[in-house]
């Protein structure tokens, strides 16, 4: 069964450098998303992409983030300036249409010291 | 804005029981999806049962079955038979439903979540 994958699992980084999180959706999926879940608290959407620009961004995704699907594959999140609050759990969602379920990858933990 | 709440931050369940979490959602639309999705301690986001608003029927799947009372606003997840796996938080979530093609109304509003135990 198709799954969408995210590199790295895991990630520790120092303060004020940049990291790339990088994600595979789904093969024939259209729609993909970013979303955050800092330790014991809800997931929360950060932007959602199709067409190879950005739907829809929340508050949360400020000037420090910026996605990008550089090829027809990969699906990446930058972050330029890491903060000790960008600590979190960044799952990357991918569907087929509006309104279709949104399928997750398995999650990068970003560490920011 | 749509919010969802989850009342119910922990419970328990003996193995082989059954057990429904509740999730009540405040929406002005009339068209939208709900989600329940599953967090093992993995933390991977696991979808676990759908439903469209304009469906009257309840999706079950399995051993999973839910209660929309879309009146209410109540969407309520009943586990059956519970089985040690199902041990993790349970996410609610809502989704309007999109008007525009390639609009954005996509994004995935969550409840806070509720740690469920299942004990042998």
């Known amino acids: 069964e198709p799954e969408v994958t995210q590199t790295p699992s895991h990630q520790v980084t120092q303060m004020g450098q940049e990291v790339i999180l990088r994600c595979v959706p789904i093969s024939n999926h259209l729609y993909f998303y970013w979303y955050r879940q800092i330790l014991g608290q809800k997931v929360e959407f950060l932007v959602s992409f199709y067409n190879n620009e950005i739907s829809e961004k929340s508050e949360i995704f400020d000037d420090q983030f910026s996605v990008e699907r550089p090829d027809g594959s990969n699906f990446t999140l930058k972050i330029r300036s890491t903060k000790l609050e960008d600590s979190a759990m960044y799952f990357c969602?991918?569907?087929?249409?509006?309104?279709?379920?949104?399928?997750f990858g398995p999650g990068t933990r970003l560490l920011v010291l | 804005a749509q919010t969802v709440t989850q009342s119910q931050p922990e419970m328990s369940v003996q193995e082989a029981e059954t057990v429904t979490l509740s999730c009540t959602y405040d929406t002005s639309e009339s068209n939208y999806y709900l989600f329940w999705y599953k967090q093992p301690p993995s933390r991977q986001m696991i979808l676990v049962i759908r439903q469209e608003a304009y469906k009257q029927q309840n999706a079950t799947e399995n051993r999973f079955s839910v209660n929309f009372q879309k009146a209410a606003k109540s969407f309520s997840l009943k586990i059956s038979d519970s089985q040690l796996g199902d041990t993790a938080m349970y996410f609610c979530a809502f989704m309007k439903h999109g008007v525009n093609y390639g609009g954005s109304q996509g994004n995935l509003i969550f409840g806070k979540g509720t740690k469920l135990s299942v004990k042998p």
């Open positions: 969602a991918s569907s087929y249409g509006q309104g279709r379920t949104q399928y």
